[in-house]
């Protein structure tokens, strides 16, 4: 019942968005928008229509914005669901890991039609967390409770692998030539998955215990990562088979989300600061922009050329930073 | 409702029907983060061992948000009241929390996973 009333509002009202200048960089511009309260945005992914979805975790839904106007449109996963990550697939649909009901989730953009693979049963609760798509048209996932897996839609068939070392498979990431990476929080490793045969092999960065959360890749196919233990961003390069490390600023940072733009720009979010930060790997500079909100808790971020969009978790916004 | 650490003490005692083996099915939600065996205290999230009756935020070892540490400041304890009311819906009750589960919205799930966690180690108990 809660639900309905909140999809009708949300259907009802177009919300008011938020511009602010933010201190760090005059050529980014950062708009805020409103969501219907009571969600707790966790992911958002955007598509090349400028159309922005977004995990509605704590309501069980899928958030849609139409950024041109404010609208949000919420579309109900269940009444079991509490939906984690979101990305756009190659079919332009938003694809779903969907944590309440252990399932593969796809939600056609026109339709509104909700497709689900469930995880095999045996496999019991695995919390699923966030997916990504190689360059074949499968989806790969990662089950924090220690399992990564792949769907092909095309047939259905899905596998789960253990997570070499046991819980904490978190983020997962395509690099530009079709390879996949994920990273693990409680296991503080990133691994290479083998695409055929599934294999995960372990890639230990520098620091010990340092809680590699996210990962995304630059346009070379570097794997940066988020270190939410360490405060650190961290940088390892498959072709060199080597590291680099970087803190971020402040006494003791903690550094959630990972995104690369389309400049090779690393996007991070920190906690102790309550701000996104810019990193440029050139300059080794980074730049901060404060959320004007207390505990923002930006979980994940993401974006297409020219945009960068962070779902502030904790005050049921999406903002987004406008790099051109 | 709070219980004030320092205060009196709580009594507490497994409600009619609580089922901590399923208690420890619903664990699996928190398992990413947590752990209820002694000395596994790596994790994302504290160890849970003995949770009811400790003052929020000041599990030895581990880095609290500071949402979690100012509740524990002005008193909050991990009663059975107050971790049912914070598992239902986490950032309603402690708006900033990092904690990322989203809640147990099913009152019998709450109930049995407090159990289990109740019966995870030792805590405060007085003759009523």
Redesign the interface.
């Known amino acids: 019942m809660r639900r309905s009333l909140l999809a009708l509002l949300a259907a009802l009202l177009t919300l008011p968005s938020a511009v602010w200048a933010p201190a760090a960089s005059a050529e980014v511009a950062v708009q805020a928008y409103a969501l219907p309260p009571g969600g707790g945005p966790h992911d958002v992914a955007v598509g090349a229509d400028g159309i922005v979805w977004y995990t509605a975790q704590r309501t069980g839904q899928l958030g849609r914005l139409d950024p041109a106007t404010g609208q949000v449109d919420l579309i109900p996963l269940g009444p079991a669901a509490a939906p984690h990550g979101v990305i756009i697939g190659p079919d332009a649909a938003p694809w779903v890991t969907e944590g309440g009901t252990n399932s593969i989730v796809r939600v056609d953009p026109r339709t509104r039609e909700v497709k689900r693979w469930p995880l095999p049963e045996a496999r019991g609760y695995v919390n699923l967390n966030t997916a990504t798509f190689d360059k074949r048209g499968r989806i790969w996932f990662t089950g924090q409770n220690g399992v990564y897996g792949r769907l092909d839609p095309a047939t259905g068939a899905m596998q789960v692998w253990d997570a070499p070392k046991g819980r904490g498979a978190y983020g997962i990431a395509t690099t530009p030539d079709g390879e996949v990476y994920y990273a693990s929080l409680a296991g503080s490793h990133i691994a290479r998955v083998d695409l055929d045969t599934g294999a995960a092999t372990v890639i230990e960065p520098p620091t010990k215990g340092q809680g590699a959360r996210r990962v995304w890749s630059d346009s070379r196919g570097r794997i940066w990562v988020s270190e939410w233990n360490s405060g650190n961003v961290s940088r390892y390069d498959p072709k060199a088979k080597d590291w680099k490390t970087w803190k971020l600023p402040g006494d003791s940072p903690r550094a959630y989300a990972v995104y690369v733009d389309d400049k090779d720009k690393v996007w991070l979010s920190e906690w102790s600061a309550n701000a996104m930060i810019r990193f440029d790997p050139e300059t080794e500079k980074f730049e901060a922009f404060p959320s004007d909100r207390r505990g923002a808790n930006v979980r994940q971020i993401l974006g297409r050329p020219g945009e960068v969009w962070a779902p502030e978790s904790g005050v049921d916004r999406l903002v987004v930073y406008r790099t051109k | 409702m709070w219980l004030l650490a320092g205060g009196a003490v709580t009594v507490w005692c497994s409600p009619a029907g609580a089922d901590p083996a399923q208690g420890e099915?619903v664990f699996?939600?928190c398992?990413?983060?947590h752990s209820v065996v002694a000395g596994e205290d790596?994790?994302?999230g504290p160890n849970l061992r003995g949770v009811v009756g400790r003052r929020a935020g000041t599990q030895p070892g581990f880095r609290f948000?500071p949402?979690l540490i100012e509740a524990g400041a002005r008193g909050l304890v991990w009663t059975r009241a107050t971790l049912d009311a914070y598992l239902a819906?986490p950032?309603?009750f402690l708006?900033?929390t990092?904690m990322?589960l989203?809640?147990l919205r099913d009152a019998v799930e709450r109930r049995n996973v407090i159990d289990y966690l109740e019966k995870s180690g030792p805590t405060l108990r007085r003759t009523p």
């Open positions: 099915r699996q939600r398992f990413a983060c790596k994790l994302p948000s949402v819906d950032e309603r708006p900033g990092e990322g989203p809640g």
